[in-house]
């Protein structure tokens, strides 16, 4: 197996995750966003998108990371990352599309916009990423994981973009719930941990 993948991307970051807390063993194939080899030929070749990560799997070649988060729980993982039956499955596919909406264009360009000088408006993404994170604080003040009583791709699509908030100028400090979710993944057998999100 092998992933495409860039150290500092959130994005990549969940592939490794879940890598770790199932145990699977990978490739890792550093990815240069700087220099532009995202945009090569070869690359393109493997995503015709242009963008990280992209996971190569015994002949199944799979881009995007709520893509690549649902073959490996589906190929891996059992029941337990993504149910099969129709109202669990739809319970974690909804906080994969907060995870694609409001974490992404809030949390995630205010991260890239402080740290990568990306060109997006940080104070318009700041408060696109703290709606996120109140509907979160309100799931997770009476649950203990997002989507049934047990994790799944549903806490691992969220959890990066969240741990990384303040490198976006989003402070968790008023987000107790959040905070002590975060503590709960963080202390999972096979966690990872990645630059700007620590290990404990």
Same mark, same amino acid.
């Given at each position: 197996m092998k992933l495409y993948d860039m150290e500092l991307s959130g994005n990549c970051y969940k592939i490794r995750l879940l890598c770790g807390l199932l145990g699977i063993d990978y490739e890792r194939v550093p990815v240069d966003l700087m220099q532009g080899q995202?945009? &090569?030929?070869?690359?393109?070749?493997?995503?015709?998108?242009?963008?990280?990560?992209?996971?190569?799997?015994?002949?199944?070649?799979?881009?995007?990371?709520?893509?690549?988060?649902?073959?490996?729980?589906?190929?891996?993982?059992?029941?337990?990352?993504?149910?099969?039956?129709?109202?669990?499955?739809?319970?974690?596919?909804?906080?994969?599309?907060?995870?694609?909406?409001?974490?992404?264009?809030?949390?995630?360009?205010a991260r890239a916009a402080k740290k990568f000088n990306r060109p997006w408006d940080v104070e318009q993404c700041q408060q696109h990423g703290r709606l996120g994170l109140?509907?979160?604080?309100?799931?997770?003040? &009476?649950?203990?994981?997002?989507?049934g009583s047990q994790p799944t791709i549903a806490d691992i699509a969220c959890y990066p973009y969240v741990a990384l908030a303040p490198e976006g100028g989003v402070a968790l400090a008023e987000f107790p719930a959040v905070l002590a979710w975060m503590q709960r993944i963080r202390e999972l057998p096979g966690y990872v941990a990645m630059p700007g999100i620590g290990a404990d």
């Open positions: 995202h945009k &090569t030929e070869d690359f393109l070749r493997l995503n015709p998108r242009g963008q990280i990560p992209v996971l190569e799997d015994a002949g199944a070649l799979i881009w995007d990371s709520s893509a690549i988060l649902l073959y490996l729980a589906r190929q891996y993982g059992g029941e337990q990352w993504l149910p099969l039956a129709a109202k669990p499955m739809a319970e974690v596919m909804q906080w994969l599309s907060l995870a694609q909406n409001e974490l992404l264009y809030g949390l995630a360009r109140q509907v979160l604080e309100r799931q997770l003040a &009476t649950n203990v994981w997002l989507a």
